[in-house]
């Protein structure tokens, strides 16, 4: 079975801190793994993709994620916050052929000025 | 320009009205799928297609009902609408071949069933 945990509903910073968003996975398959953001009234834009290459993955808006299988993560990262970052985030696994993905229940990014 | 178009945005009805909401992608998709988001608990697959004529079930299927008759489009039915299916509901499109699995999203159709 597979299932996606986001660890924290809300995660607010200021603008230019640093940005973690943790995501925790499972997943009976080896994985492929997104991040999406939505940012409010609008549709999921993919922000990054994890499909077995280079472990460390870099991203639109200097977002990037890390995949550690050790320990079942897929955290995403941004050195430094803007302003516009503000939205909604989503962790999503999916099995090797794409039909069916999963979501995690969001977490909300708050950036302060 | 490449997009994913739902209709309509917006919706109330009322219980067992029967309602379609459209999706339509420009892109030559094979792939395709309609998702409910609810407060909390994220996207959930509500049906796929992965081309022309060949659908199925994902984990939120009841209630619902979906065709493929061509390649752009793919309706999401609403036979008998109950109000636990007010949602905020997305169609999404995906290029099969390249298999990167990058979803296009469309822009949601928010419906209250009162």
């Known amino acids: 079975a597979q299932s996606v945990t986001q660890l924290d509903s809300h995660v607010s910073v200021s603008e230019g801190t640093p940005v973690l968003l943790r995501c925790n996975y499972s997943s009976s398959y080896s994985p492929s793994l997104f991040w999406y953001v939505q940012h409010p009234n609008k549709g999921l834009q993919l922000l990054l993709k994890y499909t077995s290459a280079a472990t460390l993955v870099k991203g639109i808006n200097g977002f990037e994620a890390e995949f550690k299988k050790s320990e079942t993560s897929f955290h995403l990262t941004k050195p430094s916050a803007h302003m516009s970052d503000a939205a909604e985030y989503f962790c999503?696994?999916?099995?090797?052929?794409?039909?069916?993905?999963?979501f995690g229940s969001g977490t909300k990014l708050n950036v302060k000025p | 320009e490449a997009q994913v178009t739902q209709n309509p945005r917006y919706l109330i009805t009322v219980t067992g009205k029967k309602l379609t909401v459209t999706c339509s992608q420009n892109m030559n998709h094979e792939y395709m799928s309609w998702y409910r988001q609810d407060p909390g608990l994220g996207l959930r697959q509500i049906y796929y297609s992965m081309n022309v004529e060949v659908t199925d079930k994902g984990d939120v299927p009841e209630g619902y009902k979906v065709s493929r008759k061509e390649k752009r489009n793919f309706p999401l039915i609403l036979e008998s609408p109950s109000p636990n299916q007010t949602s905020l509901y997305f169609c999404?499109?995906?290029?099969?071949?390249?298999?990167?699995?990058?979803?296009?999203f469309g822009e949601g159709s928010r419906l209250t069933v009162l």
């Open positions: 999404a499109s995906s290029l099969v071949r390249t298999n990167t699995g990058e979803l296009f």
């Open positions: 999503v696994v999916s099995l090797y052929n794409f039909n069916k993905f999963y």
